[in-house]
Nanobody, 121 residues
Framework: QVQLVESGGGSVQPGGSLRLACAAS????????MGWYRQSPRNERVLVAE?????????ADSVKGRFTISRDNDNAKDTVYLQMNSLKPEDTTVYYC?????????????WGRGTLVTVSS
């Protein structure tokens, strides 16, 4: 099992910055992909950015050039960060941390509880 604990989020004015963090604990050696999704107006979770183990990141087109995902992992803990710059009101929503196991371990998916980001003047 893998546990995900998110931190960061909050309120910021347009053009401002926020940093989200998500710490994974438990069987982190099983984790391949870590990333962030956010709730869409259609109440779906859509990809913001993800970073597989040992590979480069992937970003949604809407955040390219503004958001940066990074990852810090060792045998005991795996933490993913999302640096969000030049925030826009349309970035306002709940952000969820996500982790997925290597297929060799079953490919199970894990989700954080979500953290609210509000961009408003």
């Amino acid at each position: 099992q893998v546990q995900l604990v998110e931190s960061g989020g909050g309120s910021v004015q347009p053009g401002g910055s926020l940093r989200l963090a998500c710490a994974a604990s438990g069987s982190v050696i099983r984790v391949n992909v870590m990333g962030w999704y956010r709730q869409s107006p259609r109440n779906e979770r859509v990809l913001v950015a993800e970073i597989p183990a040992g590979a480069g990141p992937n970003y949604a087109d809407s955040v390219k050039g503004r958001f940066t995902i990074s990852r810090d992992n060792d045998n005991a803990k795996d933490t993913v960060y999302l640096q969000m710059n030049s925030l826009k009101p349309e970035d306002t929503t709940v952000y969820y941390c996500y982790a997925r196991e290597f297929q060799a371990f079953g490919g199970k998916e894990y989700w954080g509880r979500g953290t609210l980001v509000t961009v408003s003047s």
